[in-house]
């Protein structure tokens, strides 16, 4: 997974963002069946930083809806939706 994501940002810092995705894509593959969300933080990360608010907003949300979450992961999202949602006032 760690390896998909970097090759995700690699990608991303190339301006090839469907590849980025794609990468994330593949890296959240490999981390839902052991209850980790790095690769679909990244994700979200990503897309808010390409300006594709709503899409990285609703990709928060469902990351707050998965059940495994640790409070801490639980706070950490919450705080990014609630930023990238003052932007999108």
């Known amino acids: 997974m760690i390896v998909c994501v970097n ?3 690699i990608f991303g810092q190339k301006g ?8 994330y894509d593949r890296g959240i593959g490999y981390e839902r069946m052991h209850g980790r969300f790095f690769a679909a933080e990244r994700k979200a990360a990503f897309m808010a930083e390409c300006g594709w608010l709503a899409e ?4 928060y949300e469902k990351l707050l809806s998965e ?7 639980s706070e950490r999202i919450r705080n990014n939706f609630s930023i990238l949602k003052q932007r999108t006032v």
């Open 67 to 73: 059940p495994s979450l640790t409070d801490e992961d």
């Open 16 to 23: 090839q963002a469907s590849d980025a995705l794609a990468w």
């Open 7 to 9: 090759l995700a940002i």
């Open 56 to 59: 990285s907003l609703s990709m």
